[in-house]
């Protein structure tokens, strides 16, 4: 079975630093990753998603996360952060299959 | 704009009750998904479904079970609510295996208390 772990439950950053969200898999085929966020009482929102192709994987709200196979990992990036970005953010795996892994999510705090 | 829709934003029911959850999508996907989320564990996933009729058992089924009569429909059931399944559940829906990249795509959750 696939794992996704990601580093650090909770996170806080200041308004206008950089936001780093870390996440790293367990995958012995290529993966297909993606970034969702959850605001209060509400679903998950796509965020971004890497298939094929390139690695930089740009998303909404001037998030991108980029994929690298030798570390397992695809840490979602935000050059500055927002208010509006404090939210719950959770990294997922799909396999070949129709199997979804899921990370335990970041909280993420935006000082101001 | 394609949507997953959950009945239920917020319930409330008594130990013992029965809790019929639903969940209806209208982007014609053959996969559909019931998780429950908790603090500190993620989205854990109850029962999914591959087709109309067809369900799979997932991580933690035990004390649910699951209805797809039709496609876009995909019902959690609670036999006997009990105040450990109090969470929030979520259901998503997405396209079939055939195309592996597609995302999940998830209505906004139902909320559960059992007191």
């Known amino acids: 079975a696939q794992s996704v772990t990601q580093l650090g439950s909770h996170v806080s950053v200041s308004e206008g630093a950089l936001v780093l969200l870390r996440c790293n898999y367990s995958s012995s085929v290529p993966p297909y990753l993606f970034w969702y966020v959850q605001y209060p009482n509400q679903g998950l929102q796509l965020l971004l998603k890497?298939?094929?192709?390139?690695?930089l994987v740009k998303g909404i709200n001037g998030f991108e996360a980029e994929f690298k196979k030798s570390e397992t990992s695809f840490h979602l990036t935000k050059p500055s952060a927002h208010m509006s970005d404090a939210a719950e953010y959770f990294c997922?795996?799909?396999?070949?299959?129709?199997?979804?892994?899921f990370g335990t999510g970041t909280s993420l705090t935006v000082i101001p | 704009d394609v949507k997953v829709t959950q009945s239920s934003r917020y319930l409330v029911k008594r130990t013992g009750e029965k809790v019929f959850l639903e969940c209806v999508q209208d982007?014609?996907?053959?996969?559909m998904f019931w998780y429950r989320q908790d603090p500190g564990l993620g989205l854990r996933l109850i029962y999914f479904?591959?087709?109309?009729?067809?369900?799979e058992k997932g991580d933690i089924p035990e004390g649910y079970s699951v209805s797809r009569e039709k496609k876009e429909r995909f019902s959690l059931i609670l036999e006997s609510a009990s105040t450990n399944q109090t969470s929030m559940y979520l259901c998503?829906?997405?396209?079939?295996?055939?195309?592996?990249?597609?995302?999940?795509?998830f209505g906004e959750g139902s909320r559960l208390t059992v007191l």
């Open positions: 998503a829906s997405t396209i079939s295996g055939r195309v592996v990249t597609g995302e999940l795509f």
């Open positions: 982007m014609d996907h053959e996969n």
């Open positions: 997922a795996v799909r396999n070949t299959g129709n199997q979804f892994y």
């Open positions: 890497y298939t094929t192709g390139a690695t």
């Open positions: 479904s591959y087709d109309v009729k067809m369900k």
